[in-house]
């Protein structure tokens, strides 16, 4: 299954598109999303001799996972309160200053608004 006709392996991207040759479609493996690479450049940016255990990698990833579970939930329902459609920025700065306690709350009002103003310059 991992070998093309022409005894030639199977590229990943060959891997996850191939389709028997019954009616069914062979199911892809979902790659799982991390945030491993984004962790990484942070702990380099700010300690840059300082290495982290894949145990540790995993920690990190469940804890964002949850962080941004709970922001997405607390915009969700902020939306909903004010009869919103749509979340904005606006949803996620107040569920920020919600979820966050005191000083911690600062900083992500004002890295997220850095976030935003840079993303919308660029945009233009």
């Known amino acids: 299954s991992n070998v093309k006709a022409d005894n030639q392996p199977l590229t990943n ?3 996850n ?3 028997s040759t019954s009616p069914r ?7 799982a999303e991390t945030y491993t690479a984004y ?7 700010v300690h840059p001799d300082t290495g982290i ?5 995993g920690i990190m990833n469940s804890f964002l996972n949850d962080i941004f579970e709970k922001l997405s939930a607390e915009a969700c329902r902020l939306a909903t309160y004010n009869n919103k459609p ?3 920025s606006r949803e996620i700065q107040t569920a920020a200053r919600l979820i966050f306690p005191g000083e911690l709350s600062k900083h992500a009002v004002s890295e997220g608004t850095k976030a ?9």
């Open 13 to 15: 991207l060959q891997k």
């Open 17 to 19: 598109t191939e389709i």
């Open 25 to 31: 479609k062979k199911r892809t493996k979902k790659v």
């Open 39 to 45: 962790i990484f450049k942070v702990l380099k940016q």
């Open 53 to 57: 255990s894949s145990k540790a990698m």
């Open 86 to 88: 749509t979340v904005t």
């Open 116 to 124: 935003v103003t840079k993303f919308t310059c660029n945009a233009s």
